[in-house]
């Protein structure tokens, strides 16, 4: 009886305010409520549990990631556009990019510094291509690509590949030697990634092998360590992407080779040859 005085005031006071209907409600609450399963990003799935090799990775690869964006003053670097050129035109196109290089003064420091620039070398119709990280004394010295004691055990790594050096082509992420072989800086990284992005443009090879955390994380954007890069397949433009230990990191580390040639025999292993 009360209550329904009670309601009979509410209605009341609802007709007072402006109300003229009231709606049934209709609305069913579950018994439970199930949270749905957030799905795994792609990219913590291929770090934290490595998928079966011979998997390749959906990394978006147009346009291409980079670490570092060029200075503001810098113009953009051109979207990445592999070209399918002639050989000739390959060879002339990489020789106006080097020319560029040779008179590049984007990173003060480096360009003082530098004996020379260190261009790249090898084929430029390379089913593979290598990018280490940056030129050291004996690179900077002699104007080539892993040469030195880290550029020794690298030929010994093509050869057990049954390839010459010749085969491949080669090239850094920086064209200058830092001082002292220090790692280069992201915005270096970004200055020099105009010519990266070209080199590999021209020779659009099948493969691009990153040597080192400092080539991997750059060439694909990301701050995984190397440890959990190897071991699968990363898409940049048309190239498959394998990443693995620098030559300089086995001369450190000899028990590493083993991981080394285990990615070699996964590269290839793709191409359909067995190591
Ligand atoms: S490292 Fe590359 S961007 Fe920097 S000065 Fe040398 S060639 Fe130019």
Redesign the pocket.
């Known amino acids: 009886m009360q209550s329904s005085r009670a309601l009979r005031q509410h209605l009341e006071s609802l007709r007072a305010a402006g109300v003229t209907h009231l709606v049934r409600a209709t609305v069913s609450i579950p018994a439970t409520v199930v949270t749905p399963a957030r799905p795994e990003p792609v990219a913590e799935v291929a770090t934290e549990s490595r998928p079966p090799r011979g998997t390749l990775l959906p990394v978006e690869p147009v346009p291409m990631p980079r670490v570092a964006k060029p200075a503001p003053t810098l113009p953009e670097p051109v979207p990445f556009q592999a070209l399918d050129l002639p050989k000739p035109e390959r060879v002339a196109q990489l020789q106006v990019l080097q020319q560029k ?1 040779a008179k ?4 003060d420091e ?2 003082r510094t ?1 004996t020379q ?1 260190v261009f790249g070398v090898g084929n430029p119709e390379a089913k593979i291509l290598f990018v280490g990280e940056a030129p050291g004394a004996d690179e900077d010295k002699q104007g080539e690509p892993f040469v030195g004691r880290a550029g020794q055990l690298l030929n010994d790594i093509i050869k057990a590949c049954h390839l010459q050096r010749e085969d491949i082509y080669i090239c850094n992420v ?3 030697r830092p001082p002292g072989n220090r790692l280069p800086s992201p915005e ?1 990284a970004g ?2 990634r105009e ?1 990266l992005d070209g080199q590999i443009a021209i020779v659009n090879p099948e493969y691009i092998v990153c040597w080192g955390s400092c080539a991997a994380q750059n060439l694909l954007g990301t701050t995984m360590p190397i440890g959990k890069l190897r071991g699968q397949f990363f898409q940049y433009g048309r190239a498959k992407v394998l990443c693995t230990y620098h030559p300089s990191y086995l001369l450190r580390n000899p028990a590493a080779k083993k991981d080394v040639w285990s990615d070699m025999k996964f590269l290839f292993q793709d191409q359909g040859i067995k190591l």
């Open positions: 290089v590049c003064v984007r990173c480096l360009a530098r620039t920086l064209r200058c270096e200055h020099c010519y």
